[in-house]
Nanobody, 120 residues
Framework: QVQLVESGGGLVQAGGSLRPPCAAS????????MGWYRQAPGKQRELVAT???????NYADSVKGRFTIFRDNAKNTVSLQMNGLKPEDTGVYYC??????????????WGQGTQVTVSS
C-alpha cells in the first residue's frame, strides 16, 4: 500500500520556475521507480521524468535541459525542478510510484495531481 501526497503546482509566467514535491508513504511495498507524468487538456497522460532506486533518470524529450528530477530514497520523496517553463507545459502533474508489493506482482500508484499553468 502506497499513499502519495503532492503539492507545489501553481500559475507562473513563461520562463518561470516551479518545484513540486511528492512524498510517498509505503507499507509492505518496495518502491522501484518514482516520477512525474502530466496530462494537458484533451491529451493523454505522458511521462515527464522518472528516477529509479539506482538513480537512473529518464526524461521526455520536450523537457530535457529544462527539468530535473530529484529523488531521496531514504525519505521516499521526489521533486521536479522545472525551469524555463513554457505554455505547452501546462497541465495536471501526477506523481507516480512503481514497485512491488510484498505479496507479489507489481503495481503503480498515482497522486491526486497538481495543476501547473504557464501563461504566455
Amino acid at each position: 500500500q502506497v499513499q502519495l501526497v503532492e503539492s507545489g503546482g501553481g500559475l507562473v509566467q513563461a520562463g518561470g520556475s516551479l518545484r513540486p514535491p511528492c512524498a510517498a508513504s509505503a507499507s509492505r511495498f518496495s518502491i522501484d521507480t518514482m516520477g512525474w507524468y502530466r496530462q494537458a487538456p484533451g491529451k493523454q497522460r505522458e511521462l515527464v521524468a522518472t528516477a529509479t532506486s539506482s538513480s537512473r533518470t529518464n526524461y521526455a524529450d520536450s523537457v530535457k535541459g529544462r527539468f530535473t528530477i530529484f529523488r531521496d530514497n531514504a525519505k521516499n520523496t521526489v521533486s521536479l525542478q522545472m525551469n524555463g517553463l513554457k505554455p505547452e507545459d501546462t497541465g495536471v502533474y501526477y506523481c507516480n510510484v512503481h514497485g512491488w508489493p510484498y505479496s507479489g506482482g507489481s503495481l503503480d500508484y498515482w497522486g491526486q495531481g497538481t495543476q501547473v499553468t504557464v501563461s504566455s
